[in-house]
């Protein structure tokens, strides 16, 4: 698909994205949010924030607001997608992917920020790391859901988790148990695997509960 092929398909990005309205506080955010996705989906050489701003005639400063400050309802619009793609996913070929994603990072202030695996550089290195489960169907992949992995150090000093904006009912979970929890999320919003698949990490624990 060429970049002419996606923007000729506005009308229906628009349209879905409509479907998420209720997320969002006002028409204002609304619009940002499809003023990233469409710039997301350009021919954009760079797809930073100025650019994709100024291609909109919109201040730079306004976008980068939106993606940083603006407050929208994430699990109410996880709770839609999942639902949405519930209805329209199911049968033997339909696939849940467990996995997770190191993002390097500098500093300390980076919520669940430390030394650890980092899977974009293929080292231990200073990061974040998120768990995330998707879904394949045949040539239909979708994200579905991720969630943050809070390190121990991070979960026992709390005075630090406050001042990261983390919520006190956040503690450290072992990644294969944060990847449970992904999965009856989406078993209680409709959606259901013929398979699921994840490497050693995963796979190879066992836990009594959740058998």
């Known amino acids: 698909m060429t970049a002419h092929?996606?923007?000729?398909?506005?009308?229906?990005?628009?349209?879905?994205?409509?479907?998420?309205?209720?997320?969002?506080?006002?028409?204002?955010?609304?619009?940002?949010?499809?003023?990233?996705?469409?710039?997301?989906?350009?021919?954009?050489?760079?797809?930073?924030?100025?650019?994709?701003?100024?291609?909109?005639?919109?201040?730079?400063?306004?976008?980068?607001?939106?993606?940083?400050?603006?407050?929208?309802?994430?699990?109410?619009?996880?709770?839609?997608?999942?639902?949405?793609?519930?209805?329209?996913?199911?049968?033997?070929?339909?696939?849940?992917?467990?996995?997770?994603?190191?993002?390097?990072?500098?500093?300390?202030?980076?919520?669940?920020?430390?030394?650890?695996?980092?899977?974009?550089?293929?080292k231990n290195d200073h990061c974040i790391v998120t768990v995330h489960l998707a879904l394949a169907d045949g040539p239909f992949h979708c994200l579905l859901d991720g969630e943050l992995f809070l390190p121990e150090a991070w979960s026992e000093d709390r005075t630090r988790c406050r001042a990261a904006g983390i919520p006190e009912a956040m503690v450290h979970r072992p990644k294969w148990r944060i990847g449970l929890e992904l999965y009856d999320t989406a078993r209680r919003n409709g959606l259901a695997f013929s398979w699921v698949t994840f490497d050693e990490g995963y796979g190879g624990k066992r836990d009594s509960s959740a058998a």
């Open 5 to 122: 092929d996606i923007l000729a398909l506005r009308p229906r990005i628009q349209q879905f994205l409509r479907l998420f309205d209720g997320c969002f506080l006002n028409e204002k955010t609304r619009h940002h949010l499809r003023v990233y996705v469409q710039g997301q989906l350009s021919n954009l050489h760079r797809k930073s924030i100025e650019p994709i701003a100024l291609a909109a005639k919109m201040a730079p400063k306004t976008l980068q607001q939106f993606l940083s400050l603006a407050k929208w309802d994430h699990l109410r619009m996880r709770d839609q997608l999942q639902h949405r793609v519930a209805s329209q996913h199911r049968g033997p070929r339909v696939v849940g992917v467990f996995d997770e994603t190191g993002c390097p990072k500098k500093g300390d202030k980076t919520p669940g920020v430390q030394h650890q695996y980092c899977g974009a550089t293929g």
